[in-house]
């Protein structure tokens, strides 16, 4: 049954992944990949938190936080996606464009990972350090 429910999961995230990326390219336009940027930092922030209340506390039961972090997240989240597009934008001699979604997604991703292990930290009242 666990896994069942993380492979509803995973076609919730990835449902979610292709409207948040259209959405996207609608707004900013797709010569920049916009979209798997925006999932990529979102999914990092929203990992972050899911696994700090879900590991430290009794908020999100297990099989819930298994659901959120390895089927809605690993759907939702694209870092193929953002390997392929990187790649793409240097075969095509962007590599401006290629070298700002390295850092972009690298260091968004982390620091709002760093967020939401912070914000789930406050959330359980934890009092460690990262």
């Not at 925006?38 to 590991?55: A, D």
């Not at 292990?117 to 934890?126: Q, T």
Request: glycine share 16%; net charge positive; charged share 10%.
């Amino acid at each position: 049954m666990r896994l069942l429910l993380i492979c509803l999961g995973g076609a919730v995230g990835t449902a979610a992944r292709y409207g948040v990326g259209g959405l996207c390219a609608r707004w900013w336009g797709a010569e920049f990949p916009y979209g798997t940027l925006v999932v990529n930092v979102l999914g990092s922030f929203l990992i972050g938190l899911i696994q700090q209340v879900g590991l430290t506390t009794l908020a999100i039961p297990e099989t819930a936080r298994l659901v959120l972090t390895i089927g809605v997240m690993g759907g939702f989240t694209t870092y193929s996606s953002f390997s392929y597009e990187t790649l793409r934008l240097v075969e095509e001699g962007s590599w401006l464009q290629a070298a700002a979604n390295v850092v972009l997604t690298t260091g968004l991703c982390l620091g709002v990972c760093v967020l939401g292990l912070a914000l789930g930290r406050v959330v359980v009242g934890w009092k460690g350090g990262l």
